[in-house]
């Protein structure tokens, strides 16, 4: 069974349940995967994080509902998981942009959220450079920041965070600490993941008898199998994270474990190179 396959069989599990309970560890074992695994990557494939996904499809159908049928609001509310008609009618609005009775009403603008069909196509004609290391535990040092678990969203908020961390001398402090140059490339850290969001550490390996200030967070990173992707262009890396996902996960025979990730960038400003370093174990 295919990746395409299983993805499918994965939405058609949700869609089934959207009135229910949903299991994400019953959907990671339809797509033959961790739990963990299948979280990070549904953002990567899709755009959005999972959670969202479900939000989005729920609420597509209880306007359909509220359209088409005499349903009262709060049995609506009730059956698409919400606790109460206000918790209810705070999502609706944040989808719809109008609160639910609203949408009985003719002239209104509702958004639908079409059920997922994966048409993933792996393509053979652009190399992906990897290489497979087990790494001792190390630490390191740094400032975070939480951002979206949706892959779109994170692209916008990552630079929007690097760039406070200039602005506000955290790199030139950590460089300084260093004993380097202030515009020497730093790496980054993704790790603590949940269904909405996730910490993004500007960071670097924790210097042996430095004094570290109380500003900074240290992260220890266990020993670990790592798949580490080579990217000569820094620029290129959030295009080189989806192919990550979409291609080489889906054809290798790796998975991720929870774990930090690693943007890992090397050189000066003007003049650098990078590395995406991932957490994996092989499949079972």
């Known amino acids: 069974m295919d990746l395409l396959t299983k993805m499918n069989d994965a939405i058609a599990y949700i869609e089934a349940h959207l009135d229910n309970d949903i299991s994400y560890d019953k959907l990671a074992q339809i797509a033959c995967c961790s739990t963990y695994h299948f979280q990070r990557m549904f953002p990567f494939v899709t755009g959005v994080s999972l ?13 359909f509902e509220l359209q088409a049928t005499n349903i009262k609001v709060i049995d609506v509310a009730i059956k698409y998981g919400y606790d109460s008609p206000e918790a209810f009618a705070r999502a609706f ?12 009403e003719d002239g209104h603008t509702l958004k639908a959220y079409p059920r997922l069909n994966f048409h993933i196509s792996i ?3 652009e190399v992906m450079n990897y290489r497979i290391e087990q790494r001792e535990e190390f630490e390191m040092f740094g400032v975070f920041t939480e951002v979206s678990a949706a892959q779109q969203q994170a692209f916008v908020e990552v630079p929007k965070f690097r760039q406070q961390c200039d602005d506000d001398l955290s790199v030139d402090e950590m460089n300084d600490i260093l004993g380097r140059f202030p515009d020497t490339m730093l790496h980054a850290a993704l790790y603590d993941h ?11 390996h924790k210097p042996k008898g430095s004094a570290i200030s109380e500003k900074f967070t240290t992260l220890t990173v266990p020993t670990m199998t790592w798949a580490i992707f080579p990217e000569p262009i820094c620029d290129h890396l959030q295009k080189l994270w989806v192919r990550i996902y979409s291609e080489w996960f889906a054809t290798s025979e790796y998975e991720q474990v929870e774990g930090p990730s690693f943007e890992m960038l090397y050189g000066m400003a ?5 590395e995406i370093w991932i957490p994996v174990k092989k499949r079972i």
């Not at 959670?51 to 306007?63: G, N, V």
């Not at 949940?194 to 670097?204: G, L, Q």
């Open 51 to 63: 959670s969202e996904y479900i939000r989005r499809r729920r609420l597509t159908l209880a306007a």
């Open 93 to 104: 609005k944040q989808q719809h942009g109008i609160v639910p009775m609203a949408a009985r």
């Open 123 to 125: 393509k053979g004609d």
């Open 194 to 204: 949940t269904p909405e969001t996730f910490k993004y550490m500007i960071c670097y």
């Open 270 to 274: 003007n003049n650098n190179s990078s």
